[in-house]
């Protein structure tokens, strides 16, 4: 069991080395659009989740402490009893003496191992807190800068409509427009004032949950960023993500901590033995007694028990470090199949957008010349609106796609050096 183990661990190093080699080969893009790192840090280091597992840190160097000392104490032990003879003679007798359990040298290392795996794990899990509450950071600031630029566009076509409006009381005015014509422009401008009310609600709800989950932020005027095309292999974000994740490192430490005590409960077969030196004193003092005492308990099945559990509990814990990878994996390279369908699905939005706006101001510029109907005038600006409003969408889903990969592969806010 311990050749196998120490040949796993030396493959497992060599792989960890290959990994990592391959991960940091992967350069980190420009990245625009983010809080910048100076005012980010703060805000994820006040949040809940990550003081949560910053005190959990705390919890595990004292338990790693614990783990470095002996788990035994020294026991003072004092007697005293009256003896009577035949004879009607009674003398005073008194023993005392102090005595403490050995904890063999095995076991010790077992312990200190246990304490470096949990402390491990302890900082692994806030690493992972670190990179939840980035995730969270992130999603939401998008969310507000993508509702900040709907409630932009929204004004914009207000505008528009309102243009649009004036065109057709310019006709209606010359005999060329009909009190119909005027009224429904009328009511696309009242609609579209709707639209432009939900879009400035959209925009305050959006800043509302970004401040309150992350209190403290300041609104940063930033543009609404365009994401980056990936262009490297998926192989190197896979690589890239899985030497960074914290998921995983605790996995990892898991099995490190399983071994641990499968170690500790394989030497725990063999029980501490309890030493002590004592002094007595008997028939009134004339006797004197000096010595060493030694106890050791007698091992039974339930120490082999134990241990066979200890064992069986390594494996699974190494399951455990394997369905995790293979999660991790199928996660890292759907998210990078998603990111890239969602930049191409953003140019053709885009590529859309450029259209219908174009043809809704060769629409209005005829209409104001007297020509085309107001039909046509009204379903090229709604058209022009709506495909704004689904570029404007593909660009926050691709950037937050585009967003999330960077933050798994901690890219930003210093997360790699959690």
């Not at 014509?181 to 949950?209: F, G, I, P, V, Y």
């Not at 369908?341 to 939005?349: D, H, R």
């Not at 005829?366 to 404007?392: F, P």
Request: proline share 3%.
């Amino acid at each position: 069991m311990t050749h196998r183990w120490c040949l796993m661990k030396f493959v497992g190093v060599v792989s960890a080395i290959t990994l990592m080699s391959s991960a940091y080969a992967l350069q980190a893009p420009a990245v625009t659009g983010l809080l910048p790192t100076e005012l980010a840090r703060p805000l994820l280091a006040q949040d809940p989740r990550v003081a949560a597992a910053r005190a959990g840190l705390a919890v595990a160097r004292e338990e790693s402490s614990i783990l470095e000392k002996s788990p035994y104490e020294w026991t003072a032990k004092a007697t005293g009893q009256r003896r009577s003879l035949d004879t009607g003679a009674q003398y005073r007798e008194w023993n005392v003496g102090v005595e403490r359990a050995i904890r063999l040298p095995g076991k010790g290392v077992a312990d200190r191992d246990m304490g470096k795996a949990t402390l491990a794990e302890a900082q692994a899990r806030y690493g992972e807190a670190m990179h939840e509450s980035a995730k969270a950071l992130m999603t939401l600031w998008v969310d507000w800068l993508g509702a900040e630029r709907g409630r932009e566009l929204s004004a914009a076509n207000v505008q528009a409509v309102q243009e649009n409006l004036l065109a057709v009381d310019k006709r209606n005015r010359a005999g060329d427009a009909s009190r119909l014509d005027l009224n429904l422009a009328s009511a696309e401008l009242a609609e579209q004032k709707r639209m432009n009310n939900d879009a400035q609600t959209q925009a305050a709800a959006a800043w509302t949950r970004l401040s309150v989950r992350f209190p403290g932020i300041q609104p940063l005027r930033l543009a609404l960023p365009l994401p980056l095309l990936l262009t490297e292999d998926a192989s190197q974000w896979r690589d890239r993500i899985l030497a960074e994740s914290d998921v995983l490192k605790i996995a990892q430490t898991q099995l490190r901590l399983a071994q641990a005590q499968a170690d500790r409960a394989l030497a725990n077969r063999f029980a501490d033995p309890t030493l002590g030196i004592f002094s007595a004193s008997e028939v009134g003092g004339r006797e004197r007694l000096t010595g060493l005492s030694i106890s050791i308990p007698l091992a039974g099945g339930l120490r082999d028990s134990k241990s066979a559990k200890a064992l069986a509990a390594v494996e699974v814990a190494r399951q455990s470090v394997e369905i995790t990878q293979r999660e991790l994996e199928t996660e890292i390279a759907t998210d990078v199949v998603t990111a890239r369908g969602l930049y191409e699905s953003l140019q053709m939005a885009n590529e859309g957008a450029r259209a219908m706006q174009e043809n809704a101001k060769l629409v209005q510029r005829a209409y104001a010349l007297g020509e085309g109907d107001l039909q046509s005038l009204l379903l090229a600006r709604r058209q022009a609106t709506a495909s704004e409003n689904s570029a404007l969408q593909a660009q926050v889903g691709a950037l937050k796609a585009f967003y999330g990969l960077l933050t798994d592969a901690h890219f930003i806010w210093d997360l790699e050096h959690d």
